[in-house]
């Protein structure tokens, strides 16, 4: 995290789009939503780090950051099959982002797999054709927009 | 007689101009009905302004005024008075606000200048219909009732006593004092709270011109300015005042320990016939029935067996009392945010957490520890202190308002254990100092020199979840520390929640018994926030203290002296003038169908027996309109508000 | 009782267990939760972090397909419940944000109807709409001797105006005395468990899980009880690697809510999933639960009147 959220804030105040854009902090909220229920200014601060998550995305302004790089993993996945499917997207995001670790976390996998918690083909739900039209829809409108 | 109005158009500097054409405004009023002159000037309300309508009243023998100007709030006494001068009724001028509801509200100056020609037909119609009247005067009774024993309750019941007029003041608890009583020092100068209220309080319980009526609330309240009748329940103490001679037996022999939730803010006992403290004022005692052996099982009565005066008196009952006071000073007071709505702070789940109230009666020799800065255990010493400021306060999820005093008792606590636990070190959470009155700023600066660690950031919360070794058996502090920015968790001993200032529980009850207002917060609002900050819009009503507004000791007391001046005031001048805007009746279109004696909010109509008739008790009438509108045959009118006046007004707003 | 129910992703695989025991244990309580046919991924916390209108796109089309006669929709997961509650405020907030999905909705054949969903999560659902004394009604087997920490996590009280306190909730921690068991003082129960960080980044994820499992431990717990999928992975399946990261020792086994209902109903621990989870919780069970209630808790008398020795009296979270 390279500012705190509250300092991210004042650089929006002070004019510094791009800097704030680049800040890998929003890439670190868990998405407690702790800020936003405790804020005295009521700021919705889990939100808004989903807003800036997605603004640095579109203006291309998001350096190599893990979290980024996840979400479309997973946003693939689900375009794919209308479904999470954990062991395609766990494979597919170590094997093309960070393949070292997926050594170190195949003990664990293997462990879920030996309790039949993984599952080993993707379940795609039946209109998967009508998902990616509303998909690809709401896309075009917020091109739009 | 044919009218002969007289308009005078202010511009107001620029007030009113930059929006209105204030020449087009007058040059339309010369073109209406019964209008003989009208006028235009920079500033109406200065003397060249009055003396220009004083002017044409005598020269021209005017027979109506209409100045359109700022809100009647601000001015109409100004110009009823310049009338009054030149021999005009003042009940025969009416004022056009053409600045608050037009030129402040109304950017397009087109549509600001059609609506200010619109208010002055209104008005200029209204006037030809107005008829001269005469005030009411009433004669102010002496008496002031003073509500709340605190230090504003005090301060304003001696400025009055020794003024030689007769003051009642009621409190609610059994001794007088308040919050005062129970701190140890007072910030900046560190003087000992009891040493400089103990004799004000003292002042009060002698003083021949105060009637002291504690563990009293005032239960009703009806009448107005000079003439209010106000109903005091004095509850029982089972103890007779006059045989009472305080020697303190009766609380030692009790047998029953009570957790003393008021005085000692939960930390400390009290019996269960008890005087909150050693200093209290009166200094009878009272018996806490809800506690008391003798009224829960039939038998026990050591306080009467030992008592040397014969004083206990068991059979005692609440004793109601109508007092005649001509003004009302509120002085309730405030209570303390209850950080257990806060639970991230853990206040009653973590034993080593303690409100401010709790820590102030720790620090004070007479308390529950005399004055000794210990854990909850009531031995170990803390080796390290966090004070949490803003709890509750500056926050939107509880109070959005500052509440004024915590940064400054925060820094008086920091330094108490600075004083006594030289090895102790005193960590301060704050957001912002605020420390803006003589001699504040100098004190933060001692504390600074002191040693204090000073940390800018918002608690966040307040664990017994330890994550390092150091962290263990001890209270970890969250924070972000904004001037590094990095969080922070710091281990310590005892963490003290700097708690904000709420208005008192049932402050819209009170409110609603002294027909005042509440704002959003539930303080008490004032006449005027800059110019009239002890006056309610109720006359007679004044208000003093924390019930206005989080502030201080020294705000109070000014605020308390500030009331019983006003009150001087009124008393002197013997009686006061109330608006003759009063509802009669038209006894011949009358049917007596009782609906206007429903509808009265303030029991001021009657029916006449022998007559079948309403009747307007002109005391009781305050003018407020409801029973006119209500009357089906149009009977009752309201005098200065007949329904000739309003709907010519109404045409001449909308041209008609 | 009949809602729809929305599943989400993870109970197909991950959080079978959590599935099996629902199924049970909503038919035993008069549950109806029918699943919403051809339902699709919420977009956990991924699709919001890159396009807003998919991402509400993606979640109203299951709001889309709700039959047309059931107006709660119930899902078992925190993340989900999250993600269908924003978009439901979201669609009746006004603005152009409802007609632009609507519009989407039609390029799949779909419509939305809009007013007078609401969406609950499934605790809510047994605590409140079933009801604590209800369910300790039909306990058998009560879990006497079991200290549990009650686990809620993030999402399940977060963002606020939910069913409980978004600080210090207490549903949970009432259900589970209700059937029996003791309710150990884990105040850290709202905390977060790292969720989707701990396949990310272990330096962000495993501190948080650390601290949780250390909390639940030092408060006495044998196992740990939430109600949300993420939490359960996270804190079973990653426990060893948290160990080993930190050198630490934790055993805690993680069981779901609906499988606590179950083993008090007296039902076969097998057929509500429970050996599924990575920490077993079979040692637990066999050692700790008793057939015998504990002793009542001597009742504390009212601290109004003065004890014996030196403290100082403290306020109770009730008193006035």
């Known amino acids: 995290m390279d500012h705190t959220p509250s300092r991210l804030f004042a650089m929006i105040q002070a004019g510094l789009r791009d800097e704030v854009l680049r800040s890998n902090t929003p890439w670190f909220c868990v998405a407690c939503y702790y800020c936003t229920v405790r804020c005295p200014q009521e700021v919705p601060v889990t939100d808004l780090m989903y807003a800036l998550k997605r603004l640095s995305v579109q203006q291309g302004l998001c350096g190599q950051v893990d979290g980024r790089d996840f979400a479309r993993s997973f946003v693939g996945t689900v375009e794919r099959y209308g479904r999470s499917f954990e062991l395609g997207l766990a494979t597919r995001y170590y094997f093309t982002r960070r393949p070292l670790r997926l050594l170190r976390l195949a003990a664990t996998g293997l462990g879920m797999l030996r309790k039949g918690r993984v599952g080993l083909r993707p379940e795609s739900i039946r209109d998967v054709k009508g998902l990616r039209a509303i998909l690809r829809r709401a896309r075009a409108l917020s091109g739009a927009t | 007689m044919a009218d002969k109005i007289g308009v005078y158009v202010c511009h107001c500097g620029s007030n009113i101009a930059d929006a209105v054409d204030v020449e087009g405004v007058a040059r339309f009023a010369a073109t209406l009905r019964g209008v003989a002159v009208s006028r235009h000037d920079s500033f109406m309300c200065s003397q060249p302004g009055q003396e220009l309508i004083e002017a044409d009243l005598r020269e021209l023998g005017l027979t109506g005024v209409v100045v359109a100007a700022c809100s009647p709030q601000l001015h109409e006494p100004t110009f009823r008075r310049a009338c009054g001068r030149a021999g005009l009724n003042p009940y025969l001028m009416e004022m056009a606000n053409i600045r608050e509801q037009c030129s402040w509200v109304t950017l397009d100056p087109a549509a600001a200048t059609e609506k200010a020609k619109a208010l002055v037909a209104g008005a200029v119609h209204r006037v030809a219909c107005q008829q001269p009247l005469e005030p009411h005067r009433v004669p102010i009774h002496p008496r002031t009732l003073v509500v709340g024993g605190g230090i504003a309750g005090i301060q304003a019941a001696l400025e009055l006593a020794d003024a030689g007029y007769p003051v009642t003041l009621v409190e609610r608890e059994p001794s007088i004092g308040g919050h005062m009583a129970q701190l140890d020092k007072t910030f900046p100068t560190l003087d000992c709270s009891a040493c400089i209220l103990t004799p004000k309080m003292m002042a009060v319980g002698q003083h021949p011109n105060i009637q002291l009526l504690s563990y009293s609330e005032v ?199 600075h004083e006594r636990l030289p090895e102790a070190e005193v960590y301060n959470f704050y957001i912002d100092i605020r420390s803006s009155r003589k001699g504040y700023e100098e004190f933060y600066h001692r504390l600074l020199d002191e040693g204090t660690h000073f940390i800018r950031g918002k608690v966040a919360r307040i664990s017994d979840v330890p994550e390092t070794p150091e962290e263990e058996d001890r209270l970890i502090v969250e924070a972000e520390d904004t001037l590094i920015g990095r969080q922070r968790r710091l281990p310590v001993d005892m963490v003290i929640l700097s708690c904000g200032l709420e208005p008192q529980a049932d402050v819209r009850q009170v409110a609603r018994r002294f027909g005042i207002s509440c704002s959003q917060n539930g303080f008490f609002i004032e006449r005027h926030p800059k110019l009239d900050p002890v006056a309610t819009t109720t006359d007679g009503v004044f208000i003093a203290g924390a019930c206005q507004g989080p502030q201080d000791i020294q705000s109070a007391v000014a605020q308390g002296a500030a009331a019983a001046a006003r009150v001087a005031g009124l008393i002197s001048r013997g009686e006061v003038q109330l608006e003759p805007v009063l509802a009669t009746v038209d006894e011949a279109a009358c049917s007596g169908c009782e609906e206007c004696l429903l509808t009265c909010p303030y029991s001021a109509i009657e029916l006449r027996p022998d007559r079948d008739k309403a009747h307007v008790i002109a005391a009781l009438c305050k003018g407020c309109g409801v029973c006119a509108a209500a009357c089906l045959p149009k009977a009752i009118s309201l005098s200065h508000y007949t329904d000739e006046q309003l709907v010519a007004q109404a045409k001449g707003l909308l041209n008609v | 009782m009949t809602y729809a129910f929305f599943p989400g992703c993870s109970l197909a695989h991950s959080a079978s267990a959590y599935a099996d025991s629902i199924r049970l244990v909503a038919e035993r309580l008069g549950l109806e939760l029918r699943e919403i046919d051809d339902w699709n991924c919420c977009g956990a916390t991924a699709y919001f972090a890159t396009e807003l209108l998919p991402a509400y796109a993606l979640v109203a089309r299951n709001l889309a397909l709700l039959d047309g006669d059931l107006d709660q929709v119930v899902t078992p997961c925190s993340l989900c419940y999250v993600n269908l509650r924003r978009t439901l405020q979201a669609l009746g907030g006004g603005g152009n944000l409802r007609a632009w999905v609507d519009d989407a909705l039609a390029a799949g054949g779909l419509s939305y109807r809009g007013a007078g969903l609401s969406v609950r999560h499934l605790l809510d659902v047994v605590v409140n709409d079933v009801g604590v004394d209800s369910i300790a009604a039909k306990v058998t087997r009560p879990l006497y001797g079991l200290r549990v920490a009650p686990y809620y996590g993030c999402l399940t009280v977060r963002p606020g105006t939910g069913f409980d306190d978004p600080e210090q909730p207490t549903s949970l921690d009432k259900l589970l005395r209700s059937l029996g068991a003791e309710v150990v003082d884990f105040s850290l129960k709202a905390d977060c468990c790292g969720g989707h960080m701990s396949l990310i980044s272990a330096e962000v994820a495993y501190p948080l899980l650390r601290r949780l499992l250390q909390n639940a431990t030092d408060q006495g717990a044998d196992l740990v009880v939430t109600a949300c999928p993420m939490c359960q992975l996270n ?8 160990n080993r990261h930190f050198g630490t020792s934790f055993r805690l086994p993680v069981l779901f809510f609906t499988q606590a209902i179950g083993l008090a109903l007296g039902m076969s621990p097998k057929a509500l999933g429970i050996g599924k989870e990575i920490v077993p919780a079979s040692p637990v069970l066999e050692n700790r639960w008793s057939t015998e209630a504990p002793p009542a808790p001597a009742r504390p008398q009212r601290a109004r009147r003065r004890a014996r020795g030196t403290s100082l009296p403290m306020r109770g979270v009730g008193d006035r």
């Open chain 3, 235 to 242: 804190l079973d399946a990653y426990q060893q690697r948290v």
């Open chain 2, 219 to 417: 239960e009703g309240s009806s009448g107005y300015v000079g003439n209010f009748v106000v109903r005091i329940r004095r509850k029982a103490r089972y103890v007779a005042e006059d045989k009472c001679t305080g020697c303190e037996i009766c609380q030692q022999k009790c047998p029953v320990w009570v957790e003393d939730k008021v005085f000692e803010a939960g930390l400390g006992f009290r019996k269960a016939i008890y005087s909150p403290f050693a200093q209290a004022v009166p200094n009878t005692p009272v018996i806490d029935r809800e506690n008391c052996v003798y009224f829960e099982r039939g038998k026990c009565k050591a306080c009467e067996i030992f008592c040397p005066a014969g004083a206990i008196v068991w059979d005692q009952e609440d004793e109601v009392l109508d007092i005649e006071v001509g003004n009302i000073i509120l002085a309730t007071g405030y209570r303390l945010f209850d950080p257990r709505r806060i639970p991230q702070y853990g206040y009653s789940r973590l034993e080593n957490v303690f409100t401010s109230l709790e820590f102030e009666r720790m620090c004070n020799a007479a308390g529950p520890t005399a004055g000794r800065i210990v854990l909850r255990d009531g031995m170990t010493r803390p080796q390290r202190v966090a004070i949490v400021h803003c709890v509750g306060s500056r926050d939107r999820n509880y109070n959005a308002y500052c509440s004024d005093v915590c940064c400054m008792y925060s820094l008086k606590f920091a330094h108490l254990v």
